[in-house]
């Protein structure tokens, strides 16, 4: 775990380090409150646990926990604060400032690893609570409200630069519904998470993928014309591909029917799905196992 260090006193920072290093952990150093706050508006993962001293100029450790707390967080992070004022008083106005623990200067190694442990304990439960809230139970995706969610921060991002476009890509399995009368509703969720799976390992890891509802899936990327054929057709080879054993040892052949909204021009979000839903009809009924975009684009496997 990486745990950030707030110290203006640079022997006590670098003796932190030291033992959080000791205890297994890696740790990232800032000699003040503004550093650390800098820190977390330019960086994409963020410490989850906080060591901060209390006495520190410009900006102490309470007002930094303060500051800390009213940050955007999807995980609020665990803050300690340390300090070599006497321990009743600094601890109380600790916490009273939005701390969760406070430890007395000098830091023993003993004091930091149980701290360190409980922290671990509650931060794990905030996570755990926190993806049982964004993932579809099923097939370990993201769910809807969290996958737009996600797609909009995407969109936002990629509104503010001219050479970046994004595509919205509606997924639907063809005859899902034959595949639950005949086999059973099991064999369904065996297709759905096999297929699931299939479709999140082929995207890049900057792609955003959800379980739409039922047997639709939604894809956002950051694609334009030149990329858009590749990825629709790898998205449907890979499904397509094998075929999907069920608990019984049947094997089932899978396929999928896309519509994919390649927008330039800024819209909401609810239009770019309008078209995507509109281009994923079209494949529909044009026989199913295809794609069609709103570039002209058509392919068929088969």
């Known amino acids: 775990m990486k745990i950030l260090l707030v110290d203006d006193n640079k022997k006590d920072l670098k003796t932190s380090a030291s033992l959080v290093e000791e205890v297994g952990h890696t740790p990232i150093v800032c000699d003040n409150a503004h550093e650390a706050l800098t820190f977390f508006d330019s960086e994409a993962s963020t410490p989850y646990l906080i060591i901060t001293d209390w006495e520190m100029p410009d900006m102490d450790g309470s007002e930094l926990c303060q500051r800390l707390r009213n940050l955007p967080f999807t995980v609020s992070p665990y803050i300690i604060l340390t300090s070599a004022e006497e321990f009743s008083d600094a601890e109380v106005c600790a916490l009273e400032n939005g701390a969760d623990d406070f430890i007395e200067k000098p830091m023993s190694l003993r004091s930091l690893t149980a701290r360190i442990r409980v922290a671990e304990r509650i931060l794990s439960t905030q996570l755990n609570l926190r993806n049982l809230a964004l993932t579809d139970g099923l097939t370990g995706l993201l769910n809807r409200r969290a996958g737009m969610t996600a797609i909009q921060t995407q969109i936002a991002r990629i509104e503010r630069h001219e050479n970046l476009h994004g595509c919205v890509i509606m997924c639907d399995i063809d005859y899902f519904k034959r595949i639950n009368d005949n086999y059973g509703h ?22 955003t993928i959800c379980r739409y509802g039922g047997e639709e899936f939604l894809i956002f990327c950051e694609a ?51 078209q995507a839903d509109e281009l994923l009809y079209q494949a529909k009924g044009n026989g199913r196992n295809q794609y069609v975009t709103d570039l002209g684009a058509l392919s068929a496997n088969g």
């Open 186 to 207: 099991t064999a369904g969720d065996i297709v759905l998470r096999e297929v699931a799976n299939r479709m999140s390992e082929s995207l890049r890891p900057f792609d």
């Open 224 to 274: 334009g014309e030149k990329e858009i054929t590749a990825i629709l057709d790898r998205i449907m080879d890979v499904v397509s591909s094998e075929p999907v054993m069920l608990d019984n040892g049947d094997y089932l052949h899978v396929t999928l029917s896309m519509g994919c909204h390649v927008d330039e021009q800024s819209a909401p979000l609810t239009s770019k799905l309008k």
